[in-house]
């Protein structure tokens, strides 16, 4: 069952019912159009939206699910909804599911994470469910060991896995350093793997590509947050980063990063700001999802390109890195092909912040090798060796790691890109 509002209804009982909303829009009209709404400050949401003293929800807690969230911001933050809200989430996702690259005859493992008031596991497993679909699900969980999930895939031919790009990583490093001929050929029992809440990477991919030898699909499962709702569906007929809109129950829109104002023609880079048509509980109106897109050219309001997060780039003194940069570096230097994960850690040394770079490979890197890394990233970011050469930022620092070494997040165990050491 599924319970979808039209956008004058929700602003019509947010003003009655949500402190937070009725302050907000408190110098509207009386009726006023998506654009005169202003987008939601995320920092104000989250301060007026606590468990013990709730000024953002329409009604008290009463039935329903509370998962806890990360927000966009950090530190642990609660998202409720009440049971038609759920039901409704979960009916919509799975036919957005309906739409990925899956039949009658797949047998799903799901890995995401379970338990401690994460969402992901019980989202997919209802999501999976509610989905037109008859799909068979086997329900594993994101902290299986590799052998109990070889065991398994392997004893009720298991060929589709569902879950974070960390745990397949993990899952085919593993695998490929254990060498065992049996195991190889279990893991060729997996021809679909479809992931979520964070995004997989070009020399990740390659990496199951290479392990997983017999994948034919290699897809986000679908764009989606415990925050906000259902955010965007992928089909087996898109391109890989483009994501449909749930139009019938949610708004998506893309504005500039800097005047906040809507963009409505294809190909400009902006952040995606959503409207949740079917919660009333937790209202979510305008809000900023954290993420950066642009339309499609054929789709505008239809189809984006999910680019990812808006505040992705690491800031080390006046210089920001992103993830592009690194991959530049690693593969300009030609060690690319080496790379299983890598991170950045920026921590602030004799007045100066400095910037590590992390990574794991499938050899010893010598010092040379190092050099030669180091090297490429100053060509790729020449500001941030201005900066070095002018005493304003540390030099760059470069550690080779085991794949167990690196920041998660201790509560879902995903790789942390950035561990911003400067504030604790």
Not at 280 to 298: A, E, F, N, V
Not at 315 to 320: A, Y
Not at 325 to 334: Q, V
Not at 383 to 407: H, N, R, W, Y
Request: net charge neutral; charged share 25%.
């Amino acid at each position: 069952m599924k319970k979808i509002y039209g956008l004058d209804e929700i602003v019509k009982i947010v003003r009655k019912k949500s402190p937070f909303y009725r302050n907000l829009y408190k110098n509207l009209g009386e009726v006023p159009q998506i654009s005169d709404l202003p987008i939601v400050d995320q920092s104000l949401f989250w301060i007026e939206n606590n468990y013990k003293n709730n000024n953002v929800c329409t009604d008290k807690f009463c039935g329903g699910v509370i998962f806890k969230s990360g927000g966009t911001t950090g530190g642990p933050k609660f998202s409720w909804y009440n049971k038609i809200e759920w039901e409704t989430f979960t009916t919509i996702f799975g036919e957005g599911i309906s739409k990925l690259d899956l039949g009658p005859n797949d047998r799903v493992g799901n890995l995401f994470y379970a338990g401690e008031m994460y969402a992901s596991f019980l989202f997919i497993n209802k999501s999976l469910e509610n989905s037109p679909i008859n799909l068979l699900q086997f329900p594993l969980a994101g902290h299986i060991s590799l052998d109990s999930a070889l065991n398994s895939i392997n004893d009720y031919d298991i060929n589709v896995l569902m879950g974070v790009p960390t745990t397949f990583v993990q899952m085919a490093i593993s695998l490929e350093k254990k060498l065992d001929p049996k195991l190889f050929l279990i893991a060729q029992k997996i021809e679909k793997i479809f992931y979520g809440g964070e995004s997989l990477f070009l020399e990740q991919e390659e990496l199951l590509k290479r392990v997983f030898k017999n994948l034919k699909t290699i897809s986000s499962v679908g764009y989606a947050s415990v925050d906000a709702g259902h955010l965007g569906y992928c089909s087996k007929d898109f391109e890989k980063g483009i994501h449909g809109v749930f139009s019938d129950s949610s708004i998506v829109e893309i504005v500039d990063q800097d005047s906040g104002e809507i963009i409505d023609r294809p190909d400009i880079v902006g952040k995606l700001i959503y409207t949740n048509l079917s919660r009333l509980g937790m209202p979510i109106i305008r809000y900023p999802t954290g993420d950066k897109g642009k339309w499609c050219l054929s789709g505008v309001g239809e189809r984006f390109h999910l680019l990812g997060r808006s505040e992705e780039g690491a800031r080390v003194g006046p210089v920001t890195v992103t993830r592009e940069d690194i991959l530049e570096a690693f593969k300009s230097s030609g060690l690319f092909h080496l790379i299983d994960l890598f991170q950045l850690q920026i921590d602030r040394i004799h007045g100066f912040d400095q910037l590590t770079l992390m990574f794991s490979s499938r050899k010893i890197l010598d010092l040379r090798e190092i050099e030669i890394l180091k090297e490429h990233f100053y060509l790729q970011r020449k500001m941030f060796k201005d900066c070095v050469s002018q005493g304003v930022l540390a030099p760059l620092q470069v550690i080779q790691l085991g794949t167990d070494e690196f920041s998660r997040n201790p509560r879902t165990g995903k790789l942390i890109f950035i561990a911003d050491k400067r504030f604790n």
